[in-house]
């Protein structure tokens, strides 16, 4: 047992945590934690605003799948960091943020003082999986590895902690906490026989394998390769099974090819995906849906479920593997009945966007990280953009952040030795540019394709079919390639008609660099 001040015991619970790297903005009220970063092994990451903290810790975890730490202080850090804390909520990514709250005695008093915010637990209870709340220093080792045994054995939503600023500073006796790194549930032993039974009776089943098996991607395909089970991986899930494997249909549900193949099927096993209305509202899943999710909380939410199994994607799917192996099961693939496959992208296509994704999808290493924003291009990749390895197609599904897509990227890269790679808009760039500036100090050599038509157009698209008219929708943008290299990054424009010419050269000098570059390509998609 140690005598340590709360902001010791943090940076020391989270060296015994292994947590290798934190993402945030120091403050007034987090400089405890900040003097003791200084004597930790743990690397820290300035960024410009709390959101782009903690959407490059969102980024980090989702390409390492290792807890994406930000350190926030109170009241306006807290309420900048929440739309990140959304967004990984919505995507089940791993993320902790500790936050300050004001000295315990002043809490909820509504004084006025420095960063005071009415209730702010509750405002992170009503957007994180789980908020803690600390009043001694002797329960910071604690709060902190339980915080991490939900994010590693429960679904992957971020935790929230707040520890008073007089408890940071206060010194104490500490006894820091090794925890036994128990796994996620093993799945239910009578509710697999009766899966594999379910297998064994279908004629035309299909696997569905979701971002609760980007880590199982060897037993998922496993079992493809020895069942010839048919399957489709959702966007989030891209990659498990890569695009060109023979039994690969689709790399997203929701849109038409891959639903009219599911129309075609007797039973679906689902396995590590929430099924959610965004990605397969209207997919026309078959009574016989087996569903196999570690939170059960997602059978029959959006889908009527016959059979739920609750466990962890690898372990279950295993556990399917073996008993289907010891019956000798095997389907025949996707049928000549229907166009197998994913649809190809093409330098040829007609839509604009698919050119431009064929275009970056031959520049990049197989396993390269490419991470999205919402914008017209990433909405086509969701559905064509082909992967070959797991966790390196980042979307920010469900929340839906405009500006995720750079910081997001910038955090991938300090987690990751592969390409990465940054798909936004003119729109959505300007919510996070200022984090420009954190990939220039870092060195990040990652290339920012941002796809400008000087408007939220497909805003307009949309005020166009429903009203006939637009509003709000034109904006005035800065020079991109002047704004970037006064950042300090590289910057060129590429004209649309020299994308297929140009394109692959930028991309391959961008990743020589030891700074980002801003990559302008206007479009009128």
Same mark, same amino acid.
């Given at each position: 047992?140690?005598?340590?001040?709360?902001?010791?015991?943090?940076?020391?619970?989270?060296?015994?945590?292994?947590?290798?790297?934190?993402?945030?903005?120091?403050?007034?009220?987090?400089?405890?934690?900040?003097?003791?970063?200084?004597?930790?092994?743990?690397?820290?990451?300035?960024?410009?605003?709390?959101?782009?903290?903690?959407?490059?810790?969102?980024?980090?975890?989702?390409?390492?799948?290792?807890?994406?730490?930000?350190?926030?202080?109170?009241?306006?850090?807290?309420?900048?960091?929440?739309?990140?804390?959304?967004?990984?909520?919505?995507?089940?990514?791993?993320?902790?943020?500790?936050?300050?709250?004001?000295?315990?005695?002043?809490?909820?008093?509504?004084?006025?003082?420095?960063?005071?915010?009415?209730?702010?637990?509750?405002?992170?209870?009503?957007?994180?999986?789980?908020?803690?709340?600390?009043?001694?220093?002797?329960?910071?080792?604690?709060?902190?590895?339980?915080?991490?045994?939900?994010?590693?054995?429960?679904?992957?939503?971020?935790?929230?902690?707040?520890?008073? =600023?007089?408890? !940071?500073?206060? /010194?104490?006796?500490? &006894? @820091?906490?090794?925890? *036994?790194? $128990?796994?996620? +549930?093993? %799945?239910?032993?009578?509710?697999?026989?009766?899966?594999?039974?379910?297998?064994?009776?279908?004629?035309?089943?299909?696997?569905?394998?979701?971002?609760?098996?980007?880590?199982?991607?060897?037993?998922?395909?496993?079992?493809?390769?020895?069942?010839?089970?048919?399957?489709?991986?959702?966007?989030?899930?891209?990659?498990?099974?890569?695009?060109?494997?023979?039994?690969?249909?689709?790399?997203?549900?929701?849109?038409?090819?891959?639903?009219?193949?599911?129309? =075609?099927?007797? !039973?679906?096993? /689902?396995?590590?995906? &929430? @099924?959610?209305?965004? *990605?397969? $509202?209207?997919? +026309?899943? %078959?009574?016989?849906?087996?569903?196999?999710?570690?939170?059960?909380?997602?059978?029959?939410?959006?889908?009527?479920?016959?059979?739920?199994?609750?466990?962890?994607?690898?372990?279950?799917?295993?556990?399917?593997?073996?008993?289907?192996?010891?019956?000798?099961?095997?389907?025949?693939?996707?049928?000549?009945?229907?166009?197998?496959?994913?649809?190809?992208?093409?330098?040829?296509?007609?839509?604009?966007?698919?050119?431009?994704?064929?275009?970056?999808?031959?520049?990049?290493?197989?396993?390269?990280?490419?991470?999205?924003?919402?914008?017209?291009?990433?909405? $086509?990749?969701?559905?064509?953009?082909?992967?070959?390895?797991?966790?390196?197609?980042?979307?920010?599904?469900?929340?839906?952040?405009?500006?995720?897509?750079?910081?997001?990227?910038?955090?991938?890269?300090?987690?990751?030795?592969?390409?990465?790679?940054?798909?936004?808009?003119?729109?959505?760039?300007?919510?996070?540019?200022?984090?420009?500036?954190?990939?220039?100090?870092?060195?990040?050599?990652?290339?920012?394709?941002?796809?400008?038509?000087?408007?939220?157009?497909?805003?307009?698209?949309?005020?166009?079919?429903?009203?006939?008219?637009?509003?709000?929708?034109?904006?005035?943008?800065?020079?991109?390639?002047?704004?970037?290299?006064?950042?300090?990054?590289?910057?060129?424009?590429?004209?649309?008609?020299?994308?297929?010419?140009?394109?692959?050269?930028?991309?391959?000098?961008?990743?020589?660099?030891?700074?980002?570059?801003?990559?302008?390509?206007?479009?009128?998609?």
């Amino acid at each position: 047992m140690s005598r340590l001040t709360g902001g010791e015991a943090v940076v020391a619970q989270l060296e015994r945590e292994g947590v290798d790297v934190a993402f945030g903005i120091p403050g007034v009220h987090t400089l405890e934690i900040y003097d003791a970063l200084l004597d930790s092994g743990i690397d820290h990451v300035t960024t410009r605003h709390e959101q782009g903290a903690g959407f490059a810790a969102d980024g980090y975890a989702r390409a390492t799948g290792r807890v994406g730490v930000c350190l926030v202080i109170t009241g306006p850090g807290l309420t900048n960091v929440a739309t990140a804390v959304g967004q990984a909520y919505s995507d089940s990514s791993p993320m902790l943020v500790i936050s300050t709250t004001n000295t315990t005695n002043e809490a909820g008093r509504g004084k006025g003082h420095l960063h005071e915010l009415k209730a702010q637990q509750g405002v992170m209870a009503s957007i994180a999986a789980e908020s803690y709340h600390v009043d001694r220093v002797a329960d910071v080792p604690g709060a902190i590895a339980d915080a991490f045994e939900r994010l590693q054995t429960d679904r992957p939503r971020p935790v929230h902690i707040q520890i008073p =600023t007089d408890v !940071l500073e206060r /010194a104490e006796p500490v &006894e @820091l906490v090794d925890r *036994d790194r $128990a796994g996620p +549930p093993g %799945p239910d032993t009578a509710r697999i026989e009766e899966a594999v039974e379910r297998l064994a009776g279908a004629d035309h089943p299909l696997l569905v394998v979701g971002g609760g098996t980007v880590d199982a991607a060897e037993q998922v395909r496993a079992f493809v390769d020895e069942t010839a089970i048919p399957v489709i991986t959702t966007a989030a899930g891209k990659g498990v099974v890569p695009a060109d494997h023979d039994c690969c249909v689709a790399t997203a549900l929701g849109h038409d090819p891959a639903d009219e193949f599911v129309g =075609t099927r007797d !039973l679906v096993l /689902a396995v590590g995906t &929430e @099924l959610s209305a965004q *990605d397969s $509202a209207d997919t +026309p899943f %078959p009574e016989a849906l087996i569903h196999v999710d570690i939170d059960p909380r997602n059978f029959g939410n959006n889908h009527e479920t016959a059979l739920g199994i609750v466990g962890d994607a690898g372990a279950t799917l295993g556990a399917i593997h073996e008993r289907a192996s010891g019956r000798g099961l095997r389907f025949d693939g996707p049928t000549d009945a229907v166009d197998a496959g994913p649809e190809p992208l093409s330098t040829d296509a007609e839509d604009d966007r698919i050119h431009l994704l064929a275009v970056v999808r031959e520049a990049l290493e197989d396993d390269a990280v490419v991470v999205n924003d919402m914008t017209k291009v990433s909405y $086509a990749a969701r559905t064509r953009f082909p992967t070959g390895a797991p966790r390196s197609f980042l979307f920010p599904r469900g929340f839906g952040t405009l500006g995720f897509g750079p910081p997001a990227a910038f955090g991938a890269a300090i987690g990751s030795d592969r390409q990465v790679v940054s798909l936004v808009g003119d729109g959505g760039s300007l919510f996070t540019i200022g984090d420009l500036a954190t990939a220039v100090q870092y060195d990040l050599a990652v290339p920012i394709i941002v796809c400008n038509d000087d408007s939220y157009d497909i805003l307009e698209d949309v005020q166009r079919r429903d009203y006939g008219r637009t509003m709000a929708t034109e904006i005035e943008n800065p020079d991109f390639v002047a704004l970037a290299e006064s950042f300090g990054a590289a910057a060129r424009r590429i004209g649309f008609d020299a994308v297929e010419a140009e394109l692959p050269e930028a991309l391959s000098a961008a990743f020589a660099r030891d700074r980002p570059t801003v990559i302008e390509i206007p479009v009128e998609f």
